[in-house]
C-alpha cells in the first residue's frame, strides 16, 4: 500500500524541484498532484488566461512534471482538479470553458502516468440561485456536468472521482454553521456514481473520500465507508477540530483513526493512501516551509510516520516500498 502527499499548497509556493526533493527524501511514494490554477473570481471576471484552458500548455505542464517524478522517483498517485466546475446561471460558453479545462486535466492526469482524477461536483453554493439546493436539481446538474467528460473518460482510460463537500452558513464571515453539500450524504453518492457509470456504460467514475470534509458536516467517515465502500476509489486524509477545514495530520483533530483504519481494512481497500495536510505547513513552518531543509524533510516525515502506522492497522503487515505501477 503507497503513501502519497497532496501538492496544494505547496507545490506552487515552493516550486517542483524542492516540492519532489523533499518529498523524495521523507520517502514518501507519490503526490496528489494539485491543477488549481484558477480560482472562482477569476471565472468571475471572465478570465481565462489558465493553462487549463490550452490544451498545449496542459501537456507541457504535465510534461514537466512528469521529469520531476522520473528525478526524484515519484510518481503522481491521482491529481485535482480545479473548482469551480459548473456555474449554473452563468452563460453557456462559460460553463463550456470549465468543461475544456476539465477534459485538459483528463489529460493531464494521463500524461503524469495517473488513473485517477478528482473533480469536485457542483452544489449550489457556486450559483446565487439557491433553488439548487434541491438534491434532485443538484444530482441532474451533476450528471449533466460529469457526463460531459465521459468521452475523454473512455479515450483516457482515466476514473474520474467526485467528493463529499460542504458549505458555510453565508450570513457570517469565518464563523457560523456548516451545512453538507453534495456528496455528503452516502446515499447520494451511490446514487450519482450509479447513475453516471450506468450512463457511460463502464466504471469510469469513482469516489474520493474526504475525511475532513465529513467531519465537518457531521458525518462519521467510518459509516460513511461502510454505506459507499464499492464506489471509493481515492482518500483525503485529514483532521481537523470538527469547525473549521484545518487541513491537519491525523491526531490532531478529532478522528477516531484507529476506526477509520478498521473501516478501510473491514471494505478490502487496496488502493494508497493520500494526506491532505496542506494545513499543517503553515503552522509548523511558516512561509509554506521555513528553506531549513533538515526541519522541511521533518514536516513530510510525519506524513509518512502517519502513513505506516495506518498501512499496518490496515494489511495487518509493515509498510514496505513498492517499486511504481
Known amino acids: 500500500m503507497k503513501i502519497s502527499i497532496s501538492s496544494d499548497p505547496l507545490l506552487s509556493k515552493i516550486g517542483p524541484e524542492y516540492f519532489f526533493s523533499l518529498a523524495s527524501e521523507a520517502g514518501i511514494d507519490g503526490v496528489d498532484l494539485s491543477l488549481n490554477f484558477f480560482d472562482w473570481q477569476q471565472i468571475k471576471n471572465r478570465d481565462f488566461s489558465s493553462i487549463l484552458f490550452d490544451y498545449d500548455k496542459s501537456i507541457e505542464y504535465a510534461e514537466m512534471i512528469d521529469e520531476y517524478c522520473r528525478k526524484y522517483d515519484m510518481e503522481i498517485l491521482q491529481t485535482h482538479a480545479p473548482f469551480p466546475t459548473w456555474y449554473e446561471g452563468y452563460p453557456d460558453e462559460v460553463n463550456a470553458k470549465l468543461t475544456q479545462s476539465l477534459i485538459n486535466c483528463i489529460h493531464i492526469t494521463k500524461a503524469v502516468g495517473s488513473k485517477y482524477l478528482i473533480v469536485h461536483p457542483y452544489f449550489y453554493s457556486f450559483s446565487s ?7 434532485e436539481i443538484q444530482h441532474e446538474l451533476n450528471m449533466k456536468m460529469y457526463g460531459n467528460l465521459i468521452p475523454a473518460l ?3 482510460g482515466v476514473i474520474c472521482c467526485s467528493e463529499n463537500m460542504w458549505l458555510p452558513e453565508r450570513r457570517f ?14 446515499y447520494e453518492v451511490n446514487k450519482l456514481i450509479g447513475d ?27 459509516k460513511v465507508i461502510s454505506l459507499i465502500a464499492p464506489t471509493i476509489k481515492t482518500f483525503h486524509i485529514h483532521d481537523n477540530n470538527g469547525i473549521d477545514d484545518e ?3 491525523p491526531y490532531m483533530g ?20 493520500n494526506f491532505e495536510v496542506g494545513g499543517c505547513f503553515d503552522r509548523f513552518t511558516p ?17 509518512m ?17 513498492e517499486g511504481k505501477e
Not at 440561485?129 to 438534491?135: E, F, I
Not at 510516520?305 to 516500498?321: L, Q, S
Open 196 to 222: 453516471l457509470n450506468e450512463l457511460a456504460g463502464e466504471e469510469l467514475f469513482g469516489f474520493c473520500l474526504d475525511t475532513g470534509h465529513c467531519l465537518l458536516s457531521g458525518y462519521d467517515p467510518c
Open 129 to 135: 440561485d439557491r433553488q439548487n439546493t434541491n438534491p
Open 254 to 273: 478529532i478522528t477516531d483513526w484507529d476506526r477509520f483504519c478498521k473501516a478501510v481494512k473491514d471494505m478490502g481497500f487496496k488502493g494508497h493512501l
Open 305 to 321: 510516520t502517519a502513513g505506516k502506522m495506518f498501512v499496518e492497522k490496515i494489511t495487518g503487515e509493515p509498510y514496505k516500498k
Open 154 to 156: 473512455k479515450e483516457t
Open 173 to 186: 464571515i469565518g464563523k457560523g454553521n456548516i451545512y453538507s453539500a453534495m456528496c455528503e450524504n452516502p
Open 247 to 249: 487541513h491537519v495530520y
Open 287 to 303: 512561509d509554506a516551509l521555513k528553506r531549513d531543509k533538515a526541519m522541511d524533510i521533518a514536516s513530510f516525515r510525519m506524513i
